[in-house]
């Protein structure tokens, strides 16, 4: 079988939402990555049509840019022939969605060598209107005259004034809640936290929200993410940005407790302080056949392997990269104990609690798995294992890019360990969850 190496992968930084990058949409975050690779490419004497066809993660889909990986190729430079597609409907998991199709194009031999981009601006999700305020709006932007200008006025603000009746809806509220379950993913997370049988305090939650910052902080300071981040120049600044932004070296408990609930204000215990952050960022990965690789005496960072994905209830979709990781085991063959790494996705501190707790307990993994067949304990993560530079909650979550970011980062840091095999997993909004092997030989 062909195999799939990943010959380079960088990202820009994680910024937060409405920070350095929100005047920036994502497809020029995409093209900024772009015209990097290409920078790359022309370093390795490989001409940027050697690409055969480039594919994207974005999630918040831009209305001007449906396909936001056409418009990220072009901009940033590749040859107009190079066909571009966009994953976007595995919501959180779309970039591991992307680099699972981009290695399937390469073993198939539809294709030789892969562009996979994340893009995520979530700074710039729009707001909506009531269709019949849309309307409105839509008759006023027709009027050719000042009399039907002024009576489409007298139509229009009043209702753009009717808060109660017609509010606008905030985007990222809407994308954010499962139309399945009526859920912002912020009651999904609180749903695994009130599980008595899964036992997640606060201060639990808070805990692994520390440990994620502290660990990041410490990872740059050590320069570990000088490997994978490549500083984004910001024309609205006239600035270079070099660093993730979210990152809170004072984090403690003691701060930490002070910040409230903001899913259930009354009952709950998820907070944004034990959540991951909403940011804005862009990744990319090269793909390419082994043989190839090698003939072009190109580097070679990793291996992508196998994957496996996993549906699970909506109201609980945190847990579902349980069934993905048990999945993907049984696939391969492998225990827990093959993995010299994890990068699971922090979407909250209480979905890696509870995906930790569930796997290394026969009784949970049966109590929440058992319908599905899985009743048997898998193991336990050694905690230095287990996104040992932090994660999503201080590093952020810009969904779209997540995916990619966890797999670079997993992949440079089992080169820095002379390690062979990481998984990588997430869950997904909807009630799924992914999981990919990547491996260094």
Known sequence: MRQVVVVDAFRTPLCKEGTDFHETDAEMLGAWVVREMITRCHRWNLPPDTIDCVLGSNVATPT???????????????????????VAGKNCGSGVAALYYGSLRIRSGDADTVLVLGMEAMSRISVSYDHAVAKLLFQFGKARNLRDRMAGALALFPALLNLKKYPPRVGIVLGLT???????????????????????????????????????????????????????????????????????????????RDVKPVFDRRYGSVTPANSSQITDAAAAVLLMEEEKARSLGLPILGYVKDYADFGYEPSCMGLAPVGAIAKLLAKTRLSLKDFALWEINEAFSSVV????????????????????????????????DLNPHGGAIALGHPVGVSGLRLAMTALFEL???????????????????????????
């Open 178 to 256: 499962d139309p399945m379950c009526d859920l912002i993913m912020g009651l999904t997370a609180e749903n695994i936290a009130k599980d008595p049988v899964l036992g997640i305090t606060r201060e639990d939650q808070d805990a692994f929200a520390v440990r994620s910052h502290r660990r990041a902080a410490q990872a740059w300071k050590d320069g570990i993410f000088a490997d994978e981040v490549v500083p984004m120049y910001v024309p609205e600044k006239s600035a270079y940005v070099a660093r993730d932004n979210g990152i809170r070296e004072d984090a403690s408990q003691e701060a930490f």
């Open 415 to 441: 080169k820095r360990r002379d390690a062979e095999r990481a998984m990588i997993s997430a869950c997904v909004g909807g009630g799924q969850g992914v999981a990919m092997i990547v491996e260094r030989k």
């Open 64 to 86: 001007h840019a449906v396909n936001p990986t056409r418009v990220a190729a072009v901009t940033g430079g590749l040859p107009v022939r190079i066909p571009a597609d966009t």
């Open 353 to 384: 609690l509870g995906i930790s707790r569930i796997l290394n307990s026969s009784a949970l993994m049966e109590g929440k798995f058992g319908r599905f067949g899985l009743t048997e304990r898998l193991g336990e993560i050694p905690p230095d």
